[in-house]
T-cell receptor, first 116, second 112 residues
Framework: GAVVSQHPSRVICKSGTSVKIECRSLDFQATTMFWYRQFPKQSLMLMATSNEGSKATYEQGVEKDKFLINHASLTLSTLTVTSAHPEDSSFYIC????????????FGSGTRLTVV | QQQVKQSPQSLIVQKGGISIINCAYENTAFDYFPWYQQFPGKGPALLIAIRPDVSEKKEGRFTISFNKSAKQFSLHIMDSQPGDSATYFCAASSGTGNQFYFGTGTSLTVIP
């Protein structure tokens, strides 16, 4: 089946630094990928929709200058958390539509970001 | 505004019992209703999904019941097992390529 590979699975960074999270579709092309944020024991909140070759669409309240999204190819989307602060610590998950005109979506395994 | 409302927040079921999780929605444009299972530290995995043209879908021990007029759908886990202990999210989407709206999640614990 369709696989979305997300790396790293865990990252700890110092406050003020930037962190890049990669999301790759391994066996299919993903024209659209979604980035979610999940706080402990809470639901997934959509941050932005990433479209290959164009600018990402951010949800209301999400700082696009802080959460940089790049979808440069049909198999790779990246989320860069710039100038990270402790409040950015969270679980970040990407997903991609598996194509074929259907509704299939596959999620990555998530990235646990801890900013110290 | 929560597009999809899910209950209960947590559920404890004995092994062999039936787990039932309910979701409700308002947007009649939604036409795809998946359920996801998430283990700690992992991304959600698709469990089962239904389209509004059917009232029930069964896959193994998992069944979705869908009530279009009431705008409600539920997940039934038959013969619940300790390995089913996880967080379950319902979701809804309209049209291919559009975002999913997730419920708030249900933490299921199946006790031996």
């Amino acid at each position: 089946g369709a696989v979305v590979s997300q790396h790293p699975s865990r990252v700890i960074c110092k406050s003020g630094t930037s962190v890049k999270i990669e999301c790759r579709s391994l066996d299919f092309q993903a024209t659209t990928m979604f980035w979610y944020r999940q706080f402990p024991k809470q639901s997934l909140m959509l941050m932005a929709t990433s479209n290959e070759g164009s600018k990402a669409t951010y949800e209301q309240g999400v700082e696009k200058d802080k959460f940089l999204i790049n979808h440069a190819s049909l198999t790779l989307s990246t989320l860069t958390v710039t100038s990270a602060h402790p409040e950015d610590s969270s679980f970040y998950i990407c997903s991609a539509r598996t194509g074929g005109g259907g509704y299939g979506y596959t999620f990555g395994s998530g990235t646990r970001l801890t900013v110290v | 505004q929560q597009q999809v409302k899910q209950s209960p927040q947590s559920l404890i079921v004995q092994k062999g019992g039936i787990s039932i999780i309910n979701c409700a929605y308002e947007n009649t444009a939604f036409d795809y209703f998946p359920w996801y299972q998430q283990f700690p530290g992992k991304g959600p995995a698709l469990l089962i999904a239904i389209r509004p043209d059917v009232s029930e879908k069964k896959e193994g021990r998992f069944t979705i019941s869908f009530n279009k007029s009431a705008k409600q759908f539920s997940l039934h886990i038959m013969d619940s097992q300790p390995g089913d202990s996880a967080t379950y999210f319902c979701a809804a989407s309209s049209g291919t390529g559009n975002q999913f709206y997730f419920g708030t999640g249900t933490s299921l614990t199946v006790i031996p």
